[in-house]
């Protein structure tokens, strides 16, 4: 196994660990917001439930009813400056009528809140590649500009199709489980 296969495996075994160290947390999450049906607009206790669970974590900063009476936004770290990345997770939280959760939005809320959470981890940005760009103006040199989030696209796109491809060189134990 190569130097790196080696790292993605050790990365991927942490992670589990700190979603593991969660789970219960992030179950109690999923299942108050499956046990309370609120439609769109209405979901005040699971805005609540969702605002309290980012509002324990450390470092992270919660604008409650942002822009929306049931909408928030949760902010980790630093949140200016020129070397700051915004990364959005979605955390969909409302029931549908006739079928409440059915279509499992409070899963979508659970995956997007762990999700987050584990993107602010130590574990997590020990081993990520970073994609930097360089600007350049499209009448002026526009073949020198490297665009960072171009690379990131081709770099998830060919890591798919050479999952499809070659099976035994990109497996879920390496890779394709980080993207």
Request: hydrophobic fraction near 40%; proline fraction near 2%.
């Amino acid at each position: 196994m190569s130097d790196r296969a080696e790292l993605l495996l050790d990365l991927k075994k942490r992670v589990g660990c700190c979603i593991d160290e969660a789970e219960a947390k992030l179950h109690a999450l999923s299942k108050d917001i499956w046990s309370c049906l609120e439609l769109a607009y209405e979901e005040t206790k699971a805005h609540d439930r969702l605002v309290a669970y980012f509002s324990q974590k450390e470092g992270w900063t919660v604008d409650s009813h942002f822009k929306l009476e049931t909408a928030f936004r949760a902010t980790w770290g630093a949140t200016t400056g020129s070397d700051v990345v915004s990364v959005g997770f979605l955390c969909e939280y409302d029931a549908l009528p006739g079928i409440g959760h059915a279509c499992g939005h409070n899963l979508i809320a659970e995956v997007g809140a762990a999700a987050a959470v584990l993107e602010n981890t130590q574990e997590f940005h020990a081993q990520c590649d970073r994609y930097h760009g360089m600007a350049s103006h499209a009448a002026v040199y526009p073949w020198e500009v490297i665009n960072a989030l171009d690379a990131a696209v081709l770099c998830y796109n060919n890591l798919s199709v050479l999952q499809q491809m070659k099976p035994d060189r990109v497996h879920g134990d390496h890779l394709m489980n980080l993207l």
